[in-house]
């Protein structure tokens, strides 16, 4: 049995061409989160084509793409305009300095239309080239912010357990997927993490809202143990994705929150997945949750993943601050060369138009209770524990026994297993240790979802065959 997720089989089909392909990638790519010990056996799976919910390995193969390329295709593959419009002005102006005074069409124009789109009082954009970038741009100027109120020792962040904020040395520390810091260094000074909000493996014999209660305390503790003198802010995502789409009890960000407020922490809403569509809304803090953060980051769906794009959304409040001059000729030294890169900026503002014009996130409004309605008809496979999530963003979390919940043995890899037979059926969904994630474009139809559905259904009955 493969043990992993593979898209074909190469030696058969292999050009000369794919092949020598194959062998550079292999020779020189050091894919990011990959298992090594399979990559050096098989070396990679070349995609070459995309379009809609589509795309297609080097061997001519199609799949429907379950996950958005990575949470980020949210208006699908192949979109000719913002080919076109990325075209226009890389060849028009494709990049200059956005230091110092200096600016860009795009970079402006998106800057306001984010503050249109995001909740009233953040109307302030840094813009960086990804989402661990903008989160540890938001770590420093939280940091700067608090040094310029006089409020040096503020400076630890809450995090959670299972979260993902990305992987640069401060994103990484506040990610608290433990397997992914494994063997590597983190920031620890900096960061401290909460609990996650995970109602499928709540304490026995808890309701969700005592569990709500349970975990706000948890966050009181804690502040009161470290002193709020000495914290600077909280980060969460709304709904939390690589970490397991766990969706938390009813009102726990709006309490979080609260509690934050009251002992001056910042509420930072990381919403690189949530946002731009996923949950039917361009943000979900406000729309869905009814909160209200200090600062919003976004970046994947913000230009659909057709160019690198970070963005961190910055209430009046804090811009007040950041945008006081430390003194005479002091500048505010923190950015990248890319940052507000014109053509990133103008793929970003297309795929807005095409969000809007389209009505995407009322797609997902429509189809997304139905997605999530045919994925908890899958609940009756002996593997499948918990289906969750929203709208679209879904999980699956494969058990070894319902009733108790225990998993299943590490080296059985459910969760590869599971994608490997969807994708052998034509469905690339994504493994993710014993679970198994559904982020699709989010412009699936209901006929979509139900090709996915009975491709699923087949894939679970001969996981549960393959383990027996
Ligand atoms: N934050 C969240 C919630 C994410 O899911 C991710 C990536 O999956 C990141 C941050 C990191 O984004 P990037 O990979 O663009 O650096």
Request: glycine letters at 8%; one cysteine or more.
């Amino acid at each position: 049995m493969r043990t992993s997720a593979h898209l074909s089989s190469k030696a058969t089909s292999d050009t000369p061409d794919i092949r020598a392909l194959w062998q550079k990638d292999k020779d020189h790519f050091i894919h990011p989160f990959t298992d090594f010990s399979v990559f050096h056996e098989r070396g990679c799976d070349l995609i070459t084509d995309s379009q809609g919910i589509h795309v297609q390995d080097a061997h001519g193969k199609r799949f429907i793409d379950g996950i958005a390329g990575l949470w980020c295709v949210n208006v699908g593959h192949g979109r000719r305009e913002i080919g076109e419009a990325m075209a226009e002005q890389a060849t028009r102006m494709a990049y200059f300095s956005t230091f110092n005074n200096l600016s860009n069409a795009p970079a402006a124009e998106l800057a306001a239309k984010l503050a249109e789109l995001a909740p009233a009082h953040l109307n302030h954009v840094f813009y960086s080239c990804g989402g661990s970038a903008a989160n540890d741009a938001t770590i420093r100027l939280v940091h700067y912010y608090f040094n310029r109120l006089g409020k040096p020792d503020k400076k630890r962040i809450l995090s959670r357990t299972n979260a993902y904020h990305g992987t640069t040395y401060l994103a990484a520390t506040l990610t608290g997927i433990v397997s992914n810091n494994w063997a590597f260094d983190t920031l620890e000074h900096l960061v401290t993490h909460l609990s996650e909000a995970n109602c499928y493996r709540r304490p026995e014999g808890m309701s969700e809202s005592e569990y709500c209660d349970h975990l706000v305390k948890e966050l009181e503790d804690t502040i009161a143990r470290i002193g709020a003198d000495n914290i600077a802010a909280f980060i969460a995502e709304p709904i939390m994705g690589a970490g397991g789409v766990l969706v938390a009890p009813p009102r726990y960000h709006q309490r979080m929150q609260a509690v934050c407020r009251a002992n001056e922490i910042l509420y930072i809403a990381d919403e690189v997945v949530t946002g731009f569509g996923r949950l039917g809304h361009f943000f979900a803090s406000e729309a869905v949750f009814d909160t209200q953060p200090d600062i919003i980051n976004c970046a994947k769906g913000l230009s659909s993943g057709y160019a690198p794009l970070g963005a961190t959304l910055i209430s009046d409040e804090l811009y007040e601050v950041l945008s006081t001059p430390q003194g005479p000729g002091g500048v505010l030294s923190t950015g990248f060369t890319y940052s507000g890169h014109p053509v990133s900026c103008a793929a970003a503002l297309k795929n807005i138009e095409i969000m809007e014009r389209e009505a995407i996130c009322e797609n997902v409004l429509d189809v997304g209770p139905y997605l999530e309605e045919r994925l908890s008809s899958l609940s009756h496979h002996a593997t499948v524990g918990d289906v969750r999530g929203s709208r679209f963003m879904m999980c699956l979390e494969n058990v070894a026994d319902k009733a108790t919940k225990a998993l299943l043995p590490v080296e059985a890899r459910v969760g590869d297993r599971v994608a490997f037979e969807a994708q052998q059926r034509g469905l690339i969904i994504r493994p993710v240790g014993h679970l198994n994630i559904v982020s699709p474009p989010l412009i699936w139809t209901r006929g979509v979802v139900d090709e996915v559905v009975s491709i699923l259904d087949d894939a679970l009955s001969a996981t549960t065959r393959s383990l027996a």
